[in-house]
C-alpha cells in the first residue's frame, strides 16, 4: 500500500520557520514535491523534484524562503520553510510521481498520482 505521510506544520509567528516533512512507503518516486491550499484558494505548487533528472522547481512567490530537498534513502522529500508570512497559512500536501516529471510539468498537480492527507501550516501576524 502506497502512503505519502506528512509532518511537521504547525502554528508560527510571521518571520519563523518550520521543515515540513513527507515520508513515502510503498514504492519508490522518482518525482516528490509540495502543494498547498489555503481557504477559499485553489490548491497551488509550492516546490517539487524529480531524482533522475535532478531537476528541481521552486514557485516564484516563494524563492528564497522555500527549499526542497529530498532523502533518497528514507524516500522522503522535506521543505524548508523561512522568513514565514501569514499568507504562507495553508494547508500543505505531499505529492508524488513514480514517473520524472519534466521541470516545465512539474507545477500541474494533475501530474501527480499519489498524494498525502495535509498538513497545517498556520502563521500568525
Known amino acids: 500500500q502506497v502512503q505519502l505521510v506528512e509532518s511537521g506544520g504547525g502554528l508560527v509567528q510571521t518571520g519563523g520557520s518550520l521543515r515540513l516533512s513527507c515520508a513515502a512507503s510503498g514504492r519508490t518516486f522518482n518525482t516528490m514535491g509540495w502543494f498547498r491550499q489555503a481557504p477559499g484558494k485553489e490548491r497551488e505548487f509550492v516546490a517539487a523534484?524529480?531524482?533522475?533528472?535532478?531537476?528541481?522547481r521552486v514557485a516564484d512567490f516563494v524563492q528564497g524562503r522555500f527549499s526542497i530537498s529530498r532523502d533518497s534513502a528514507k524516500n522522503t522529500v522535506y521543505l524548508q520553510m523561512v522568513m514565514l508570512k501569514p499568507e504562507d497559512t495553508a494547508v500543505y500536501y505531499c505529492a508524488a510521481d513514480s514517473r520524472r516529471i519534466p521541470y516545465y510539468s512539474l507545477y500541474f498537480s494533475i501530474n501527480y498520482e499519489y498524494w498525502g492527507q495535509g498538513t497545517q501550516v498556520t502563521v500568525s501576524s
Open positions: 523534484t524529480s531524482w533522475s533528472s535532478s531537476s528541481t
